[in-house]
């Protein structure tokens, strides 16, 4: 995988002539997935049917290919909503900031206060201390936000960090989970404010209930599907 590229767009656009897209791909929003920075964290610009308006989630490390890609397409986001908030998926903030002066950033209520603490945020561990503006808006379990108009909920899945959260957007069965589940794994709970037991109740009450369809798109390496990681995954398994 090459760092700072852009590796996937999800839901070309249909074809035509042909037969009616399904209800549920008419509703699917345009996803392109940048791998960033040293630690390849998947960072993604979401646009909605129409591709009219688009949002951000996650900003890691050396976002330029990023900003490159919004300003390709004549685009300004309409927030940077942020799975957590560890280094990797915040060190690009003040290059958004820069880029889109004022875009508003969301983080989980727990983690109010990670983005200008590099203790919390890992960032003083790896030895070059990170911090980020002040979030906009704190987010909070079940809250319903639309982006682009577009509906998604937020689920808190804590574990690998305090305020994890995962994005749903229930008509296209899409998840966009940070780093509380990968394919074939999850999130490292040998952090500090990480607990093991925290991740895997998140991951079985929160993830593994959404339908098995559900795409799964992870904070690092390829996507998966609910139901593959209920079939597969050795490290959390369902009740």
């Given at each position: ?25 008419q ?38 290919v ?36 004022g ?16 203790e919390?945020n890992l ?33 808190h ?10 994005l ?14 990968f394919a ?19 991951i079985?009450a ?32 369902p009740?």
């Amino acid at each position: 995988m090459v760092t700072g590229a852009l590796i996937v767009r999800w839901r070309p656009p249909p074809t035509h002539p042909g037969p009616a897209m399904p209800e549920h791909e008419q509703n699917a929003p345009t996803i392109d997935t940048f791998a960033l920075g040293p630690y390849e964290t998947n960072c993604f610009i979401i646009r909605g049917a129409q591709g009219a308006g688009c949002w951000v989630a996650d900003a890691g490390y050396d976002p330029g290919v990023m900003i490159q890609r919004l300003r390709e397409l004549g685009l300004v986001p309409e927030a940077i909503v942020l799975t957590h908030c560890h280094a990797d998926h915040i060190a690009g903030l003040f290059d958004f900031r820069q880029a889109f002066p004022g875009v508003p950033i969301w983080v989980h209520a727990d983690e109010e206060h990670w983005l200008n603490d590099p203790e919390l945020n890992l960032s003083a561990a790896m030895g070059t201390p990170v911090t980020g503006p002040t979030p906009d808006r704190l987010l909070n379990d079940a809250d319903v936000v639309e982006l682009c108009g577009q509906t998604w909920r937020v689920l808190h899945t804590p574990g690998h960090s305090p305020g994890g959260i995962t994005l749903v957007h229930e008509p296209s069965s899409t998840a966009i989970v940070g780093d509380a589940l990968f394919a074939g794994s999850i999130g490292r709970t040998d952090f500090p404010n990480a607990d093991f037991e925290t991740l895997a109740a998140s991951i079985r009450a929160r993830l593994y209930t959404l339908p098995d369809e559900t795409r799964v798109l992870p904070g690092h390496g390829p996507e998966t599907t609910i139901g593959r990681e209920k079939r597969s995954n050795p490290f959390v398994r369902p009740t």
